[in-house]
């Protein structure tokens, strides 16, 4: 589409809110600082968002504190009716929801509705859940005592979100915690704002009270301090690098927060010799590319056994080769541009040290700008940067594997463990591969494993807490045990 008709597209934003949301109220920052958002397809501003001031995101907090005892006493019904209403909300608002996440992130427009459906799912699901925070009654060891374990919010929670998935990474966080009865603060990422914004919007016409949930703006380390060292904040939940998420982790120990941490991956694919080839391409499709390549989950480094493997280069180059980049906002664009010119080096790095290793370019190549083409190189060595570090970036490295000891020590040689894939038709090999990769999730002949409807979370480097289904409202909730004696 040419520039007028972009325009046209994205001149309908209802949702788009320039300003942040602190008690209930939208705000400017207070000393008039603002933050430039910008479209990385064309790198032009979107808008502008406040930047808000220390005592500004302290009254977010002040604000959370004082709404909690009656949020908390709501009752879990009422709680889940609101988010139940949210929900409707949010697809009713589907299409523009979609069209800002695009603009915004630069993620293709089908993969924004994706992100939206994926998001929404969050609140469906805690919606179900708010009134399923039972207790237990526990048999007493001795005569005249009554003892019983009820489940209770943690109090003021604070989210820090990525701006890899602007929407759903703050409704897996937002959804449970206002369901469990806890209030939240949250800051998403400075480059992709709108989403939060336009869901907070939405929760006030949802009829969550001013206090319950505000989204603040600004600089990350005034609010990261903010946040870890306020003894007001019980609970920290955090989406993105482990480098940070430590940082994070670390500046809450004073305080004895709860956390919650989904943290760095560095996703194995295994496909074996008996994998069906059509299956493991599909698979490795979605791993590595959905969203551009910048997921945590990504396939990060692929293995692929010697018996299929020049099966598999030939099928997986044509579905690489046929890919399209360009404009998010365009129908057909499977690849849209990377989130900043730095992911792009990040990945034209992974690559330059991927071929200097003996690798074969297959297809594409040096991406430019913000515009990275999905590529792919066969024959890479086992030891390459691209199987080390996170690329986030639409870069598919296949490394040949001999036996199944090699493959489970290759995918195992990595100080995180998020995300894992095993495509084979044997269920000997499955069972095994399950048992010995260690992740906290695995992908067993499907690159797409996300869904709110199961605990999502990693182990080792990749963080802590689980993320989605029933586990995820356990991350905002406290037991609380009351042994009645005299009875
Ligand atoms: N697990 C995941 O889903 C994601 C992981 N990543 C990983 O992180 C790498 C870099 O991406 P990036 O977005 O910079 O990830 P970061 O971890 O730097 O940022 C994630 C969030 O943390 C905030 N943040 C950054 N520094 C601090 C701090 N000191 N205190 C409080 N909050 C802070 C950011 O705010 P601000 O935007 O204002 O800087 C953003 O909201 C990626 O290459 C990838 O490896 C990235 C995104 C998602
Ligand atoms: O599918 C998801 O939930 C995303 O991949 C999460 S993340 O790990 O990329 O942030």
Redesign the pocket.
Known sequence: MDQSQRNAVIAYKPLLRAAAYVDGQWVDGAAGRTIEVTDPFTGGLITTIPALEQAQVQAAIDAAARAFPAWARTPARERGKILRRLLDLIMAHRDDLARLITLENGKPLKEAYGEVDYGAGFVEVYAEEAPRALGEIIPAPVPGRKLYAEREPVGVSVA?????FPLA?LTRKFAPALAAGCTMVA?????TPLAALALAQLAEEAGVPPGVFSVVTGS??M??DLFTSSPIVRKLS????T??GV??MAACAPTVKRLSM????NAPMLIFDDADLATAVDAAMIAKFRNCGQ??IAANRIYVQRGIYDAFVESFAQRVAAMKLGDGLEEDTDIGPLIDAPAVA?VNEHLEDALSGGGRLLVGGKGEGRMQPPTLVVDVAPGALLTRE?T?GPLAGLVAFDAYEDAIRLANDTPFGLASYVCSTSPTTIAHAGRDIESGMVGVNTGLISTPYAPFGGVKLSGIGKEGSSHGLDEYLNIKYVCHAGL
């Open positions: 820090i979100t990525p701006w890899n990474m800051k998403p990422a400075s480059q990350a380390g609010i990261g955090f989406t993105g690098s480098e940070v940082k994070l989904e943290l760095g991956g997921s945590c990040k996170e986030f």
